[in-house]
């Protein structure tokens, strides 16, 4: 099955500047990587999510970039802000084979410093 | 209804006993998933209903733990005998579509077993 490692675990900032998290995936039919950003005791919620056909997607301050080659996945936050404090998560799954599962990374903690 | 709904928002119970809990997806939404978050961890997937039939099971951890969608719609994820392993947030998620894109999540119903 797939298997996706994430890290850093936790990540500090000074508002204003940029954050990166990084996942990798090991299933090479992976076509689908979206990212839950989860406040703390809230539900997850996706932010951003890319497909692999397409190398990068913009969404304002966030995007994503896909290598499939290396099989690794990024998540870029730019002009950190306070409220960007949370727990991100990134996720691969096959889309087009019915019911298929996200499989999760652990997380990383994300601080932005006021 | 405005989002994916869980109920109870939290319960205690004693170790042995059963609990069920509730999650009402998305109006109109096909898919709905059951997944496990332990503590500091990402979401763990246990279990895929398509409308009324359940597809894929496999990340159930054992026998006590059984799951339904009888109308396609509202789902209960039953656990008997639970367990103090059994201790986490349980997270139920809806998609539009028969995949796991855009999926949207409830809050999550955290168990304790004690």
């Known amino acids: 099955g797939e298997n996706v490692e994430q890290h850093p675990s936790t990540l500090s900032v000074q508002e204003g500047d940029s954050a990166v998290i990084k996942c990798t995936y090991s299933?090479?039919?992976?076509?689908?990587f979206p990212w839950y950003k989860q406040e703390l005791g809230k539900r997850p919620q996706l932010i951003i999510d890319?497909?692999?056909?397409?190398g990068e997607k913009k969404d304002q301050r966030i995007a994503v970039t896909l290598n499939k080659t290396a099989k690794h996945f990024s998540l870029h936050i730019t002009e950190t802000q306070p409220e960007d404090s949370a727990v991100y998560f990134c996720?691969?799954?096959?889309?087009?084979?019915?019911?298929?599962?996200?499989?999760f990374g652990t997380g990383t903690r994300l601080a932005v410093r006021p | 209804g405005a989002g994916v709904s869980q109920s109870p928002r939290y319960k205690v119970a004693k170790r042995g006993q059963d609990v069920a809990l509730r999650c009402d997806p998305i109006?109109?939404?096909?898919?709905l998933f059951w997944y496990q978050q332990a503590l500091g961890q990402g979401p763990e997937f246990l279990t895929y209903?398509?409308?009324?039939?359940?597809?894929?099971k496999s990340g159930l951890p054992s026998d006590r733990f059984f799951a339904e969608r009888p109308e396609g719609s509202v789902s209960t994820l039953k656990i008997q005998r639970t367990q103090q392993e059994d201790s986490a947030v349980y997270l139920c998620?809806?998609?539009?579509?028969?995949?796991?894109?855009?999926?949207?999540f409830g809050s999550g119903t955290q168990l304790s077993v004690l």
């Open positions: 998620a809806s998609s539009y579509a028969a995949t796991n894109e855009k999926l949207f």
């Open positions: 299933d090479s039919a992976s076509n689908y």
């Open positions: 890319i497909r692999s056909n397409v």
């Open positions: 996720a691969a799954s096959i889309v087009g084979r019915s019911g298929d599962k996200l499989t």
């Open positions: 109006s109109g939404h096909v898919s």
């Open positions: 209903f398509q409308n009324e039939a359940q597809l894929d």
